[in-house]
């Protein structure tokens, strides 16, 4: 069974760009959940989508996006990108429900931006 | 919204026992509690769920008080190999049109010395 995907796996861009970032999940996972990573702040929750549709979201700006296809695979757009946006932009499967279900990570996506 | 804390490291010589606690004192009634395991330049691993009292698996326990406002990570005889960043997660089921929140502690960098 193929794991989370994820690509690009790493990403320069400069301040003022935007960027999309894509994950394809396990077959037949249809929960996916998107976090940011940094040294500082750890862990954190972007949003979640299930069945093409947002399901929640943290406390992140507008400029944070996201959306799901309905082969699930799922795309996160940064508009306007800061250099506080630099991290690594984790994407993270499960069947129904990332809170109650096992999480399946992908690799990650390192976002640096100068 | 569950805040969690969790130590920022632990040494543990291998072959010993270790245990990660991590509080949890505003968890909701709905919440689960899931422990990852994240070696560096990749996503975390589940470890290890529950909800309460005491879960085992093949490769740790999970110990849950009555009043769920804290969990232990379990992991017995450890060795190099378990070298990581260990994290708890704490996020509620979703309910009615699906909303709800996953929360990560900071993590605990667990360094295995030989």
């Known amino acids: 069974k193929a794991g989370v995907t994820q690509t690009p796996r790493y990403l320069i861009k400069t301040r003022g760009q935007q960027v999309t970032l894509s994950c394809s999940p396990i077959?037949?996972?249809?929960?996916v959940s998107w976090y940011q990573q940094t040294p500082g702040q750890g862990l954190q929750f972007l949003f979640e989508y299930f069945s093409e549709t947002q399901r929640n979201k943290g406390n992140f700006p507008g400029r944070f996006s996201g959306r799901q296809f309905s082969n699930s695979r799922s795309e996160m757009n940064v508009s306007t990108l800061e250099l506080g946006d630099s991290a690594l932009y984790l994407c993270?499967?499960?069947?129904?429900?990332?809170?109650?279900?096992?999480?399946?990570f992908g690799p990650g996506t390192r976002l640096t931006v100068l | 919204l569950a805040k969690t804390t969790q130590p920022i490291s632990m040494d543990s010589y291998e072959g010993q026992e270790v245990n990660i606690t991590c509080s949890h004192n505003n968890i909701a009634t709905n919440d689960y509690i899931t422990w990852y395991q994240q070696f560096p330049s990749q996503g975390p691993r589940f470890i290890i769920q529950?909800?309460?009292t005491k879960v085992t698996n093949e490769v740790a326990s999970l110990f849950i008080p009555a009043d769920r406002k804290s969990s232990t990570l379990s992991l017995p005889r450890v060795s190099l190999s378990d070298t990581a960043v260990y994290y708890c997660?704490?996020?509620?089921?979703?309910?009615?049109?699906?909303?709800?929140?996953?929360?990560f502690g900071k993590g605990t960098k667990l360094s295995v010395i030989p």
């Open positions: 997660l704490v996020g509620a089921l979703s309910a009615g049109a699906g909303s709800y929140q996953l929360t």
């Open positions: 529950g909800y309460k």
């Open positions: 077959s037949g996972h249809r929960s």
């Open positions: 993270a499967s499960s069947l129904w429900n990332g809170g109650a279900d096992e999480q399946f």
